[in-house]
Each structure stands twice: as C-alpha cells, then as structure tokens.
C-alpha cells in the first residue's frame, strides 16, 4: 500500500451524516435520487430532516415518493422515471 490519507465512505465509520444519492439523466432515462440515514444520532437526524423539509416543500407526494416540477414535466411528456437504466419499464414510475 502506498502512503497517503485513507478516507471511509461507509456510514457506519461516519455516525453523524446522511446518505444523499442524487438523481440524473442516463439518456433519456429519469434515475431516481434519495436520502437516507442509518444512524440515530442527533446530527444525522438534524441534517436528514434539513433535506427532507427541503424536498417536501418543492416536491410533490405520489405515493411513497417525492416528485420535482421538472421530473413531474418530463414523465408527462412520456419520458421514463425508474430506479435503474436495465430496469424493464413495467418497474418505472408511472404518475398517477
């Protein structure tokens, strides 16, 4: 091994953050982003609630999911929404 600074990206060495795993294009496919924390401290839950508050007031609830104006837009207009590019379409999200 070589000499250096060595940093863990596994939450569980990082008590006090969250995990934040943003969405984007991948052609002209919609991946899903979310938010999420495995930890109970103070900080995480502070932090998580920060982004959650954030997302609730410019999102709109579709079931168990947040939708942004512009994902909202894009689904409308026939493009796809969905957790992975391999993922067949009967697995999309489908605004209701």
Same mark, same amino acid.
Not at 43 to 65: C, E, H, L, N, Q
């Given at each position: 091994?070589?000499?250096?600074?060595?940093?863990?990206?596994?939450?569980? !060495?990082?008590?006090?953050?969250?995990?934040?795993?943003?969405?984007?294009?991948? #052609?002209?496919?919609?991946?899903?982003? $979310?938010?999420?924390?495995? %930890?109970?401290?103070?900080? #995480?839950?502070?932090?998580?609630?920060?982004? %959650?508050?954030?997302? $609730? #007031? @410019?999102? @709109?609830?579709?079931?168990?999911?947040?939708?942004?104006?512009?994902? !909202? $837009?894009? %689904?409308? #207009?026939?493009? @796809?929404?969905? !957790?992975?590019?391999? %993922?067949?379409? !009967?697995?999309?999200?489908?605004?209701?």
């Amino acid at each position: 091994m070589r000499g250096g600074t060595r940093y863990a990206v596994d939450q569980q !060495e990082n008590p006090n953050s969250i995990t934040f795993l943003h969405g984007g294009f991948y #052609s002209n496919i919609l991946l899903y982003g $979310k938010i999420g924390t495995v %930890s109970d401290t103070k900080s #995480s839950k502070t932090i998580f609630k920060a982004f %959650s508050s954030i997302i $609730k #007031s @410019r999102f @709109r609830k579709y079931d168990v999911y947040y939708i942004g104006p512009d994902a !909202e $837009k894009f %689904s409308r #207009s026939g493009g @796809r929404l969905t !957790e992975s590019a391999q %993922s067949p379409r !009967e697995y999309d999200f489908v605004l209701g």
